[in-house]
C-alpha cells in the first residue's frame, strides 16, 4: 500500500480528517484536484460544538485570532437604517459549554489554518491530483489520477465535495429537494462608504428586486454579499454585475464596490447521500450532505463527521480493533446529517430561529450500537451525549480529553478498576493501556501531572540494550525510532513501540521543551501509535460537577460518553472492543 488512508479532497472535511489521522500516526495522503486551497468565504460560521472539535485538533487558538463574534444585523430602507435584527438567540457561556456563541471565519481562512497544524503534524495537501477512477477489493483501494498516476490505500474518504466525483463513481445516489427556487448570488467584496459594525440587511423592495446582505467578514477588509434573485434568473458573477445588483439595492453607489475577490452562485438544497460507505471507501462533508447555507450547519456538520471517523479508523489502523467498528461512522453519522438538514431547511424557510439547536451541543449517538449506558436510572447524562466541561479537582475537563485518548471519570466515589493511577493520571483499565510520563528538561512539570518534553517514555516501560535516541531527547523502546515527537502523558506507548521526536504544544498552546507536548497531550508530526496496541485510557477522579453527576463515565476521543456505570461491570469487555489488550 502507499500509504493508509486516501482522503479525496482538502475542504475542511478533509483536511479535519487529515490531521486527526497524523495525530494518530496513521499514515494519510490528502489529494485535491484544485491547483489552491478554495479561495471564497462560504462557510464562515464556526459553531461551539465544532469549537470544541478545534480545541482538541489544537487550532482553536489560531481560529479566534483570525475571526471574531457575529455583528448585530442592522435593517436598512430607503438609505435609512430602520432598526437592528438579532442573528442569534443569545446564550451565556457556562462551566459546561464555555463557547455560547458562533465565531466567524472566512472559510479561506479557516482552511489555511487546518492546512497548516496538517503540515505541523508532518503531512501535506497533493494539490493538483484530480480523482478520475476508483476500484477496491478485499484488501484495498486503488485510485487513479487525471495524470494516470495511480495510489492505493488501505482505505479512501471521498470529501470532494457535493459533486463527488468518488460518490458518483461508487454508484451512491443523493436523496433531496430543492429548499429554495430562487438562485443564489455570494461574493467577497471589498466596499468603502459602509461601517463594518453591522451585518447590512436590506429587504426586498417593491420593484422585484430580491433580499441582499452585506456581512463584514472579521479579520479581514472583505465584505460576505448574498442576494437573492427570481427564478429564471442568472446572477452576474463579474465585478459590473455585482456593482449592478448593489446600486440597485442599497443606497450605494456602483463605484462603492472597489473589489471583487471572489463570487459564486447557487440554488439552495438539501440532499443525503443513500449510504456514507461503500466497502472500503467512506463519504464525508458535502459528499454526504448538501444543506442550505442558513443556519452555518455544512462546514460544522462536516468536520464532525471527520472527527467521527478519524479515531475509528486509528482504532482500525494503529490499535487492532475489529474493522467492523467503521460501520458506526454511517450509523451515528447518517441520522446525525439528516436531523442537521432538516434544521438547515427551517431556518432557511424562517421557520425556526438559530439558537441552541444551531450550535449543535445537544447533538448525540444515544442510539448507537457503541453506546452503552448501563445505569438503571441515569442521571441528567447519559451514555451517547456530549461529555461536558466542568472542572474535578481544580482540573479542566476538556484540557483532560484533549488528545486521541479515551478518559474514565469516576465521580462523587465511583471506583474505577485497576490500582494506583500512573504518572500523568493515566491509569490501565481493563488491560487498556495507561498513558506514561514525559520529564522535561530540569524537571519541570506540566498541568495535569504529565511532565512535559525530553526523555519521553512510557510508564513503566523498560529500555532495550542499544535502544535509539529520538529528536529531543525522546527515547524510543525497543531500539525503534519513530517519525513524529515524543510522547507524554494520556498518549505514552508501552515498551516496543516507537516513540516518535517533534514538537509538543503544552496547554493553552505554549510548545514545550525538547519537542514533546505537555499535559497528557502528546501529538504532533507523525505522532506514533501502538500498532495492534492497547487503547489508551486516562482516568480522572474526583467530585462530580452539577451536569454529570455521580458515576463511571468512559468518554471516546471525539468527546462523546461511549459508557456509562455505577460499577465497573462489562466495561473492561467495552474496551475490548477498541483495540487488542483493550
Known amino acids: ?73 442592522m435593517v436598512w430602507q430607503d438609505g435609512r437604517r430602520v432598526g437592528e435584527h438579532r442573528m442569534f438567540d443569545p446564550a451565556e457561556p457556562s462551566e459546561d459549554a464555555p463557547y455560547n456563541e458562533p465565531l466567524m471565519v472566512p472559510q479561506w481562512r479557516t482552511q489555511e489554518i487546518l492546512r497548516a497544524r496538517l503540515e505541523e503534524l508532518g503531512g501535506s495537501v497533493a494539490f493538483g491530483r484530480e480523482v478520475v477512477g476508483l476500484t477496491q477489493d478485499g484488501g484495498g483501494v486503488r485510485a487513479e489520477f487525471a495524470s494516470g498516476e495511480m495510489v492505493t490505500a488501505r482505505y479512501a474518504v471521498a470529501a470532494d465535495g457535493g459533486r463527488s466525483t468518488v460518490r458518483r463513481l461508487l454508484g451512491i445516489g443523493m436523496t433531496g429537494e430543492t429548499v429554495d427556487p430562487s438562485p443564489a448570488l455570494v461574493a467577497d467584496v471589498r466596499i468603502s462608504g459602509l461601517d463594518r459594525d453591522n451585518w447590512h440587511l436590506f429587504p426586498p423592495g417593491g420593484d422585484g428586486d430580491g433580499y441582499l446582505a452585506l456581512c463584514p467578514l472579521a479579520g479581514t477588509e472583505d465584505f460576505q454579499l448574498v442576494a437573492r434573485f427570481p427564478d429564471g434568473t442568472a446572477p452576474e458573477l463579474s465585478l459590473e454585475g455585482v456593482r449592478k445588483v448593489v446600486a440597485a439595492r442599497t443606497h450605494l453607489a456602483p463605484e462603492a464596490v472597489t473589489e471583487l475577490r471572489w463570487a459564486s452562485d447557487f440554488r439552495p438544497r438539501a440532499a443525503l447521500a443513500d449510504r456514507f460507505r461503500s466497502g472500503r471507501v467512506f463519504l464525508a462533508g458535502d459528499a454526504a450532505h448538501v444543506h442550505s447555507p442558513a443556519g452555518g450547519q455544512g462546514l460544522n456538520t462536516s468536520v464532525q463527521d471527520a472527527y467521527n471517523l478519524g479515531w475509528k479508523l486509528g482504532a482500525v489502523l494503529r490499535d487492532g480493533a475489529d474493522p467492523a467498528l467503521l460501520d458506526s461512522y454511517e450509523e451515528e453519522r447518517r441520522p446525525v446529517a439528516a436531523d442537521v438538514l432538516g434544521l438547515s431547511t427551517r431556518v432557511h424557510r424562517g421557520e425556526t430561529r438559530r439558537g441552541d439547536a444551531t450550535r449543535q451541543l445537544g447533538l448525540g449517538y444515544r442510539h448507537s450500537p457503541l453506546t452503552h449506558e448501563t445505569r438503571p436510572e441515569p442521571g441528567p447524562l447519559h451514555a451517547g451525549d456530549r461529555a461536558p466541561d466542568g472542572t474535578v479537582n481544580g482540573t479542566r475537563l476538556f484540557d483532560t480529553f484533549r488528545g486521541p485518548h479515551w478518559t474514565l471519570l469516576a465521580l462523587e466515589g465511583a471506583q474505577a478498576p485497576g490500582g494506583a493511577e500512573e504518572p500523568g493520571g493515566a491509569q490501565a483499565v481493563g488491560g487498556a493501556q495507561a498513558a506514561g510520563e ?145
Open 1 to 73: 500500500m502507499d500509504t493508509d488512508v486516501l482522503v479525496v479532497g482538502a475542504g475542511p472535511s478533509g483536511l479535519t480528517l487529515g490531521i486527526d489521522l497524523a495525530r494518530r500516526g496513521v499514515a494519510a495522503l490528502v489529494a485535491e484536484r484544485a491547483q489552491t486551497l478554495f479561495p471564497g468565504s462560504r462557510g464562515k460560521g464556526i459553531q461551539p460544538r465544532t469549537m470544541e472539535v478545534f480545541d482538541d485538533l489544537g487550532v482553536l487558538g489560531a481560529l479566534r485570532a483570525a475571526g471574531g463574534p457575529y455583528p448585530v444585523g
Open 438 to 582: 514525559a520529564q522535561a528538561p530540569g524537571g519541570a512539570q506540566a498541568a495535569g501531572g504529565a511532565q512535559a518534553a525530553g526523555e519521553a517514555q512510557a510508564a513503566g516501560e523498560a529500555q532495550a540494550p542499544g535502544e535509539a535516541q529520538a529528536p529531543g531527547g525522546a527515547q524510543a523502546a525497543g531500539g525503534a525510532q519513530a517519525v513524529g515527537e515524543a510522547q507524554a502523558a494520556g498518549e505514552a506507548h508501552a515498551a516496543g513501540e516507537a516513540q516518535a521526536a517533534g514538537e509538543a504544544q503544552a496547554p493553552g498552546g505554549a510548545q514545550a521543551a525538547g519537542g514533546a507536548h505537555a499535559a497528557g497531550e502528546t501529538h504532533a508530526a507523525g505522532e506514533a501509535s501502538a500498532s495492534g496496541g492497547a487503547v489508551v485510557v486516562r482516568v480522572v477522579r474526583g467530585p462530580a460537577p452539577r451536569v454529570y453527576g455521580p458515576g463511571l463515565y468512559l468518554v471516546r476521543p471525539d468527546g462523546y460518553v461511549g459508557w456509562a456505570g455505577d460499577s465497573t461491570a462489562g466495561l473492561p469487555a467495552y474496551l475490548a472492543r477498541f483495540g487488542q489488550g483493550g
